[in-house]
């Protein structure tokens, strides 16, 4: 297995909070690595680590080294809009550029100098197929993003970055705001992508881990808990947090002080509900929602933290429900 990135003793501290642990992994080229782990474990941080986009956080502090391509990121040479059009940021919720279709894909290209119409023509053309949204948006490529349907988006999110022909894909939650079907075809694009690209996605989908990994990182509070590749990491977890984890036992550590079912509410009363909740709870005091509703599992997360609660971790239960491990802000 060829390894593309490095990561070496990765220390990551948002002001005096330690959020991520000495970390160090290898990640291989051309698979797909999944990272998964609770909420609030520092998935989004790793990955952001990865591209330099953790510098614009106010306050943080990084320590270690993250090599690409056998170059350290985070040398003080180094360039970091190198680094960032090498690794192409798909993020939870797609945001367009405010402008036409067309655009949107021909904007890294322009930047990196493309002016010719006939080759950006065919740049667009070639990277809108290359995220499967070709053929929805071929006669309407002058009207605005912003009119596309939300998975429409995203894969035109992903025909942006792949415009700027980067080494990488970093995803974070990608298909976490979208409708199944648009979900799928964002699943099917990246097993399809993978040959091209390292591909590195966080998920909190444990089936959705099992459906793409080659290789997966498991976090827990910072820590790089277990990793290897997907079969032998599924079949045969070695820590007992993993064994836990992916058994849907995790929340066994936990004592919940309240639980919430609202199951058949739709959003928002979901998050309106949950906060009441919360409010009527002490400090530090864990609070479980179940939601069978799928906009939930994304709303109400994120409604708690907006709130300053924590989210300790959203995991499916089965096929239709959800559980929703919050803690009333400490
Ligand atoms: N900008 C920030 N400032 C301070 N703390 C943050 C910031 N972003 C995230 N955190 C904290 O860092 C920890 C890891 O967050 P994150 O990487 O977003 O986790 P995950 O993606 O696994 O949910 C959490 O405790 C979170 O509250
Ligand atoms: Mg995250």
Redesign the pocket.
């Known amino acids: 297995m060829k390894t593309h990135i490095e990561i070496e003793n990765l220390n990551v501290y948002?002001?005096e909070?330690q959020?991520l642990n000495n970390i160090s992994i290898d990640i291989p080229d051309k698979k797909i690595t999944a990272i998964i782990?609770p909420?609030?474990?520092?998935?989004?941080?790793l990955l952001k680590s990865i591209n330099r986009l953790i510098d614009e956080?106010d306050g943080v502090k990084v320590s270690g080294k993250v090599l690409v391509d056998g170059e350290d990121i985070y040398d003080p040479k180094a360039e970091v809009t190198q680094i960032r059009k090498k690794m192409g940021l798909l993020s939870q919720k797609p945001y367009p550029l405010p402008m036409s279709i067309y655009d949107n894909v021909a904007y890294g290209p322009r930047i990196h100098g493309q002016k010719d119409k006939k080759k950006l023509d065919a740049l667009v053309e070639h990277y809108l197929r290359e995220s499967s949204l070709w053929d929805e948006v071929k006669d309407k490529l002058h009207s605005s993003a912003a009119r596309l349907s939300v998975g429409q988006q995203q894969r035109l999110c992903l025909a942006r970055g792949l415009a700027v022909e980067p080494e990488a894909i970093l995803g974070d939650e990608p298909t976490s705001s979208l409708d199944p079907v648009s979900a799928e075809r964002i699943e099917r694009k990246l097993l399809e992508l993978k040959g091209k690209y390292t591909i590195i996605i966080?998920t909190h989908s444990l089936r959705q881990a099992k459906r793409l990994a080659d290789y997966v990182l498991f976090?827990y509070l910072g820590n790089l808990i277990e990793h290897g590749p997907a079969e032998e990491f599924f079949k045969n977890p070695k820590h007992v947090k993993t064994h836990a984890y992916i058994n849907g036992r995790f929340i066994d550590e936990h004592k919940i002080d309240k639980e919430l079912n609202l199951k058949g509410t739709e959003c928002p009363a979901n998050f309106v509900k949950t906060k009441i909740a919360l409010e009527g709870m002490e400090i530090g005091q864990v609070l479980k929602v179940i939601v069978d509703d799928k906009t939930a599992v994304s709303e109400v997360p994120k409604a708690v933290e907006y709130d300053g609660h924590k989210v300790l971790s959203v995991n499916p239960l089965n096929n239709t429900d959800w559980e929703i491990i919050c803690q009333k802000e400490l």
């Open positions: 948002y002001g909070e959020v782990g909420s609030g474990c520092g998935k989004t941080t956080v966080v976090l």
